[in-house]
């Protein structure tokens, strides 16, 4: 059980467009799910935490209206890249919570972005 | 905010153990967890601890010591599929009654034959 998919699992596009990435929770509901971005051979940093019904936090550095995070359910939270440069480039990885305070996070498989 | 130190890589020989170490400056600690990520892959929960002491989970074992700030992963038995990258990462409290986990830099683990 605890099964976190995301999707696409690799995308590539062109400078100034915009990329919708999702994460869902397979076989339970989510009311938080974290944001990553890893880039090759970094340890990951938390983007932001996206709460089921309401805005997400966003940490220190992260562009709000670059990443918009959409949680419109207990099982789908979506990361929109927009306006993507080369420098976005870079593995983003969704993870959820169970509901009930678990500790345990389960990740996604991860998404890799290349903007050309 | 939240830092955490471990090795940025570790060599060992099939069939030895080895352990990975972690400390951490936070504010808010509720517990620290070991993630493992094959390259390319996403990382895999292996243990979290919230209280002094060794929690043990088939090869792998996890302690932790709050009045340290130290932690440290333990990997028995080494087989070749453990070569992999070994995250430590605190869970933190970040406010509005909210909490994170923030991971450290990762240790790359050679298993050798």
């Known amino acids: 059980g605890a099964v976190v998919s995301q999707h696409p699992s690799w995308v590539i596009c062109k400078s100034g467009t915009s990329v919708k990435i999702e994460c869902r929770s397979l076989d339970f509901q989510a009311t938080t799910m974290f944001w990553y971005r890893q880039f090759p051979k970094q340890s990951l940093m938390l983007m932001a935490t996206s709460n089921e019904g309401s805005k997400a936090t966003y940490e220190q550095g992260v562009e709000k209206d670059k990443f918009l995070i959409n949680h419109a359910s207990l099982t789908l939270s979506t990361l929109t890249v927009t306006s993507a440069h080369p420098e976005d480039s870079s593995f983003y990885i969704c993870?959820?919570?169970?509901?009930?305070?678990?500790?345990?996070?389960?990740f996604g498989p991860g998404t890799r972005l290349t903007v050309t | 905010g939240q830092s955490l130190e471990q090795p940025s890589e570790v060599t060992a020989v099939e069939g030895a153990i080895v352990q990975i170490n972690c400390t951490y400056q936070t504010s808010g600690f509720y517990g620290l967890s070991w993630y493992q990520q094959h390259d390319g892959g996403a990382p895999t929960f292996l243990s979290y601890n919230a209280l002094d002491g060794l929690e043990e989970t088939g090869r792998f074992s996890s302690f932790l010591s709050r009045s340290d700030s130290y932690g440290y992963l333990l990997l028995q038995e080494l087989q070749m599929k453990d070569s992999a990258s070994y995250f430590c990462?605190?869970?933190?409290?970040?406010?509005?009654?909210?909490?994170?986990?923030?991971f450290g830099k990762g240790t790359k683990l050679s298993v050798i034959p």
């Open positions: 993870s959820a919570t169970l509901a009930g305070g678990s500790h345990e996070q389960y």
């Open positions: 990462a605190v869970w933190g409290y970040s406010g509005a009654g909210s909490y994170q986990l923030t």
